[in-house]
């Protein structure tokens, strides 16, 4: 087995209760809190790599599937998946683990519920670490987000965080051929395709 298998192999699973949900986490390492906050549509396993290092650079780090995902509870109704909810799981993440700080890492989803939980808990996140989309600030008379990316996406496409904001589109294709539909997510992200 090789070092890198043998430490992937070493983070320990578990589950915990936060904010009203049963929450997967793959943890390693003792010091510094560190949370690393996954995106869409990955699970605790992208930072499987990431985790070793971080514990032996001397940090705690912590790697929950997100609500909705893997093996965390996915609440049934929609308003159980606002930001605020999102950064409820990770505050109530902090608290049950025993510490007052931490740190956070987010990537894509992960990266709006970093920032967004480091501007309603200063006091909690000191530190946070955005992967693949930049914070930006909303001013007044800005464009709506999901209006930005209706006009950035080329003519004829569509950008995906668009698609899911159409009800029922999304879950009828999904719900259509799971496997098939997933298969060409995780290929067109890949940066595979011509």
Do not use: C
Request: hydrophobic share 40%; aromatic share 10%; glycine share 8%.
């Amino acid at each position: 087995m090789s070092e890198s298998s043998a430490q992937i192999k070493s983070i320990q699973h578990r589950s915990i209760q936060v904010n009203g949900i049963k929450m997967h986490i793959a943890e390693q390492g003792e010091g510094p809190l560190i949370v690393l906050a996954h995106g869409w549509p990955e699970l605790w396993y992208s930072w499987r790599h990431v985790l070793p290092a971080l514990a032996a650079a001397g940090y705690h780090v912590v790697a929950p599937d997100m609500r909705g995902y893997g093996q965390t509870d996915a609440p049934p109704n929609l308003q159980d998946y606002t930001q605020f909810q999102f950064v409820g799981d990770v505050v109530g993440l902090v608290r049950t683990l025993g510490y007052e700080q931490a740190v956070i890492a987010g990537h894509d989803l992960g990266a709006m519920v970093a920032h967004n939980a480091a501007i309603l808990r200063p006091d909690m996140f000191r530190a946070v670490i955005l992967l693949s989309v930049p914070y930006g600030a909303r001013t007044e008379g800005a464009v709506k987000p999901t209006e930005a990316m209706r006009k950035r996406a080329p003519a004829g496409q569509q950008f995906y965080q668009t698609y899911f904001q159409m009800p029922g589109i999304a879950e009828k294709e999904f719900d259509a051929d799971p496997k098939r539909t997933l298969r060409m997510v995780l290929y067109s992200l890949s940066g595979s395709i011509p």
